[in-house]
Nanobody, 121 residues
Framework: QLLLVESGGGLVQAGGSLRLSCAAS????????MSWYRQAPGKQRELVAA???????NYADSVKGRFTISRDVRKNTEYLEMNNLKPEDTAIYYC???????????????WGQGTQVTVSS
């Protein structure tokens, strides 16, 4: 079994900060890239940020300069530091990891259960 567990969501006022964490555990042979997605009510899920094993990052234009993705490769954990939060950042945030489990010979995506982030104006 392989799990991704997120933590760190909550309610914050506009201009505030939150830090999300996502820990992968279980039968993991290797993890390729990790990323964060979000889905607001009535909208499609969108990519927020991604990070490779080597540390290369990619951000959605809407969060550039405010959010920072990082990763602890040894702990199979990724983080999303969110600063200067805006009401439009309100969404359920999901972590995603491209993983090769020990019981497979190919990569596949795994998802966390999601964590709610609410930004009040």
């Amino acid at each position: 079994q392989l799990l991704l567990v997120e933590s760190g969501g909550g309610l914050v006022q506009a201009g505030g900060s939150l830090r999300l964490s996502c820990a992968a555990s279980g039968s993991i042979a290797s993890i390729n890239f990790m990323s964060w997605y979000r889905q607001a009510p009535g909208k499609q899920r969108e990519l927020v940020a991604a990070i490779t094993t080597g540390g290369s990052t990619n951000y959605a234009d809407s969060v550039k300069g405010r959010f920072t993705i990082s990763r602890d490769v040894r702990k199979n954990t990724e983080y999303l530091e969110m600063n200067n939060l805006k009401p439009e950042d309100t969404a359920i945030y999901y972590c995603n990891a491209n993983v090769m489990p020990t019981y497979l010979t190919y990569w596949r995506d795994y998802w966390g259960q999601g964590t709610q982030v609410t930004v009040s104006s």
